[in-house]
């Protein structure tokens, strides 16, 4: 098992950026594939990138591509999401979790709360 705890959130304008953090104990995160979700308010949790265990395969949303990287240290067991040029519509909870799924996931963090003002 392992226990997921993100940091990094807070409010910024649009076009800026950030970079949350995933950190891992109770078990190695190079044993996981890792991703983030995220869930605005009023809607369901979606899907915003996953990052292969050896930190080589990545895959995003569309809505993201070009300005989120998702990147992993496995020697400190932490996973990032650099958001840049973030928009309003970036505004949510985001979520890391490890094993990640389409919908799902095997381990959640509880989230850290981004908002973008316009």
């Known amino acids: 098992q392992v226990q997921l705890v993100e940091s990094g959130g807070g409010v910024v304008q649009a076009g800026g950026s950030l970079r949350l953090s995933c950190a891992a104990s109770?078990?190695?995160?190079?044993?996981?594939?890792m991703g983030w979700f995220r869930q605005a308010p009023g809607k369901e949790r979606e899907f915003v990138a996953r990052i292969g265990r050896s930190g080589v395969t990545t895959y995003y949303v569309d809505s993201v591509k070009g300005r989120f990287t998702i990147t992993r240290d496995n020697a400190k067991n932490t996973v990032y999401l650099q958001m840049n040029s973030l928009k309003p519509e970036d505004t949510a909870v985001y979520y890391c979790a490890a094993n990640p799924r389409t919908a799902d996931a095997d381990y959640w963090g509880k989230g850290t709360l981004v908002t973008v003002s316009s």
């Open positions: 109770g078990r190695t995160l190079s044993s996981y594939a």
